[in-house]
Structure formats: C-alpha cells, structure tokens
C-alpha cells in the first residue's frame, strides 16, 4: 500500500504531543461520510487524533451524511433548524424524541445544543453567543 501526502501530514501530527492541535472542518460530510474508507487518513485522525492531543471542530448542514465514526465520538453538537425527514432520525437516534418539535421550528440565530443528556437553547448573532436558556 502505498503512502500518500494525508498519511506524512497524520504521521508528523502524531509526533506533536506537547500541544494541542485544533482541525476546524467546514462541510465535513464532503470529506468525511458513511462511505469513507475505515483506513483513510480522515479516518485515522477522526479515530485516533484524541491520543495525540488533535481536536476536531466539524460543521455540516446534513448531519444524516456524516460518517457515524464521527458522531459518535463527538461531545457536543449544535443544531439549527433541521425539516428534512433522514435529519430528524438522525437526530431522535442521538438525541431521543423530547426536542424533536423545538428542533422544526427553530428561527434563525437559534440552536440546539447537546452535551451528554443537556440541552440549551443557543442564541447567536453576528455580534455575540450566549446561553439564553438550558433545558
């Protein structure tokens, strides 16, 4: 098998334990998904990145497409409105029932948060974010 440059890049990564490194990922479920080679490079940071001190923040605005290796190893999720049928499942299998309604009819600048079995309501503008209300 050959090495491609993902693989140097996670191999050097793996060698900075002295500080944390912060991925930041915007529209992951393009790089990332159900399909995604479980030895992919992608894989192996998703996977294995937490013993070496590397953190990743993702975004996506179809959670149901994003890879479940991902998920469930992430610790908290921000929701905005979701109306599309596989993203309400996807969200009942995480989150259970009790928010699904709130989660339809959330406006703009209004998110779900979760973390572990807490709830909020997280109020964003341009200008600020803040907790306006844990659930």
Do not use: W
């Not at 790089?31 to 990743?56: A, E, P, V």
């Not at 989660?103 to 079995?117: A, N």
């Amino acid at each position: 098998m050959s090495r491609n440059d993902a693989e140097d890049v996670f191999d050097s990564l793996k060698s900075c334990t002295s500080v944390v490194l912060k991925f930041v990922i915007d529209e992951i479920d393009m790089f990332y998904n159900s399909h995604t080679s479980d030895k992919s490079c992608m894989n192996k940071i998703i996977q294995y990145g937490r013993h070496y001190l590397i953190d990743i923040i993702t975004t996506s605005r179809r959670p149901a497409n994003i890879g479940r290796n991902l998920t469930a190893m992430t610790d908290i999720f921000y929701f905005s409105r979701l109306t599309e049928p596989n993203d309400i499942d996807y969200f009942r299998k995480i989150g259970g029932e009790r928010y699904i309604e709130t989660l339809q009819k959330l406006p703009k600048f209004l998110f779900l948060g979760m973390e572990d079995d807490k709830f909020s309501l997280i109020k964003t503008t341009k200008r600020d974010i803040g907790i306006i209300d844990a659930l």
